[in-house]
């Protein structure tokens, strides 16, 4: 873990392109205005996204079995035959053809069988993969982990601000250009989104961890490879909320409730970061201000965590 002293910044992003993934339609990301100052105290943040190697660990010592591995209750689902509640999870699956960027399910997949052990389902496994990001964690699962492990996840505000990497206002965790001089500094899709990943940036896929270079806090994969689940309840009206005081808000924990304008029914905790699928074709949320979500049981294979301790350095 590496200490993050802590400290006043300005929270969000002043004016970000259109985002449709995990965006509110096809428009700006309005969920991360307006820009509102936060103050956060000091904290230890994992240097890296949580590993498979890490993961593995934990569910030996503690036989845990997460959300993906386990069949989906009739209870909850009492409109689907019983033949199809499956374990699994999603999965990006690329067509073999360009398409319409305003259905997602043209590239996503329902895989029974997936989980953090067989990524992509049954026959896959993480034999060489032992630092890459453990993917298909629930935000359950997540927070188990972080209980094992003495640690927590980190606010959303906490996260920024380590992302920034005290560099303020700026675009991406190392500054405003995308790539400085040439250089690749985050995984991110490159080619024609969804069905042509060229991995420019030399990696296809999810990459392990350490693959490109720290932010200003010695602080890795702050911007794409896998997106990493926050502690703090989605609301898209959180900012306002907060711009609307008129004062610094101190170590804010987030909202007391869910809700998501596009999915009014659905419990959302906040993602940041982006992933590997992100590009400016369809997903700019490797941006350091943007905000994503997601459902707190639902899990995929571009979805990770880090996690936080309090205490003094």
């Not at 067989?118 to 630092?131: A, I, R, V, Y």
């Not at 420019?200 to 999810?206: L, N, T």
């Not at 609301?235 to 909320?241: E, G, L, S, W």
């Not at 905000?291 to 965590?305: D, I, L, Q, Y």
Request: charged letters at 20%.
């Amino acid at each position: 873990m590496v200490w993050i002293s802590g400290g006043e910044f300005a929270m969000g992003a002043a004016d970000l392109p259109p985002a449709l993934c995990g965006g509110m339609g096809n428009h700006p990301s309005h969920d991360a205005q307006p820009v509102h100052p936060v103050q956060v105290s000091g904290f230890w943040m994992d240097v890296t996204e949580v590993t498979n190697s890490d993961f593995a660990r934990f569910v030996k010592a503690t036989r845990y079995v997460t959300l993906a591995e386990r069949a989906p209750s009739p209870r909850d689902f009492p409109n689907v035959p019983k033949d199809q509640l499956v374990a699994g999870s999603l999965v990006f699956t690329p067509p073999t053809h360009p398409v319409s960027l305003q259905d997602f399910r043209q590239w996503w997949r329902y895989q029974p069988g997936a989980d953090w052990r067989h990524p992509t389902g049954p026959g896959s496994n993480l034999s060489g993969k032992e630092q890459y990001p453990v993917v298909h964690v629930a935000y359950p699962d997540a927070f188990a982990f972080a209980t094992w492990a003495a640690k927590r996840l980190p606010t959303e505000a906490e996260w920024e601000f380590a992302a920034r990497g005290g560099l303020p206002s700026k675009l991406y965790p190392w500054g405003d250009e995308f790539r400085p001089n040439g250089k690749w500094m985050a995984n991110t899709y490159q080619g024609h989104f969804p069905n042509e990943d060229k991995a420019e940036d030399g990696v296809a896929g999810i990459a392990p961890v350490k693959s490109y270079p720290p932010n200003g806090s010695g602080l890795y994969d702050m911007a794409g490879n896998v997106w990493e689940w926050c502690a703090d309840w989605y609301r898209a009206d959180t900012y306002r909320q907060l711009a609307a005081q008129g004062a610094i808000t101190r170590n804010p924990q987030g909202p007391n409730d869910s809700f998501d304008p596009d999915e009014p029914k659905a419990q959302k905790r906040v993602q940041r970061g982006g992933s590997y699928l992100c590009t400016d074709q369809y997903c700019t949320r490797y941006m350091v201000g943007a905000r994503g979500r997601g459902e707190v049981n639902t899990s995929s294979n571009h979805v990770g965590f880090r996690c936080v301790r309090d205490g003094a350095r």
